[in-house]
């Protein structure tokens, strides 16, 4: 009996460990609603947000704006560093433009709206590489290359999430030793 409980708890564990380690997010632009817009300043810039976060393949990227009045384009990294929005990958104008992330590296978004990137309405977001998954070190190179030297990214988010799974697996298997 004792030996079934604690192959139970190693399972419960398991079933923990994977589900805390590749749990897709959907990720608010800017953490809230209204962050696709021109930064009053350095420090309301999208890419200072996205230094602080972790992105993994798989995750979506939202953003939600005025349908009409402004768009989000998916570009190069050349047409980012040039605001050119002539040639965009992808070019989403629905106001509630979801993007998911289908590979590591680095995305470049720049405002369609005329002027807005110039005045800095653009983000730089880099996908940790998937054998990078379970490390707690940023394996990522800074977002804002093309503007100068940044903050290393870290995340509270993630830090929360994977001390929560062990806690949980931790019980679990503390559980199962006493059955």
Not at 18 to 33: N, P, Q, R, T
């Amino acid at each position: 009996m004792g030996g079934c409980s604690r192959t139970a708890s190693a399972s419960l564990l398991l079933l923990f460990l994977l589900f805390g380690f590749s749990a897709a997010k959907e990720l608010l632009v800017g953490g809230k609603i209204d962050a696709w817009k021109i930064p009053s300043s350095e420090a309301d810039s999208l890419n200072q947000w996205a230094e602080r976060s972790r992105f993994r393949v798989g995750d979506h990227l939202v953003w939600k704006y005025e349908s009409g009045k402004d768009s989000v384009l998916e570009v190069t990294r050349e047409d980012y560093g040039n605001c050119s929005t002539s040639n965009p990958i992808n070019e989403y104008s629905d106001g509630n433009t979801k993007v998911k992330l289908e590979r590591p590296g680095p995305f470049y978004f720049i405002s369609g709206a005329k002027g807005h990137c110039e005045k800095g309405q653009k983000l730089i977001v880099v996908v940790m590489s998937p054998r990078h998954r379970y490390t707690a070190i940023s394996p990522a190179p800074s977002p804002a290359e093309l503007e100068g030297p940044a903050v290393a990214p870290t995340s509270s988010a993630t830090t929360l999430q994977v001390g929560l799974v062990t806690a949980l697996g931790v019980l679990a298997m503390y559980v199962g030793f006493l059955m």
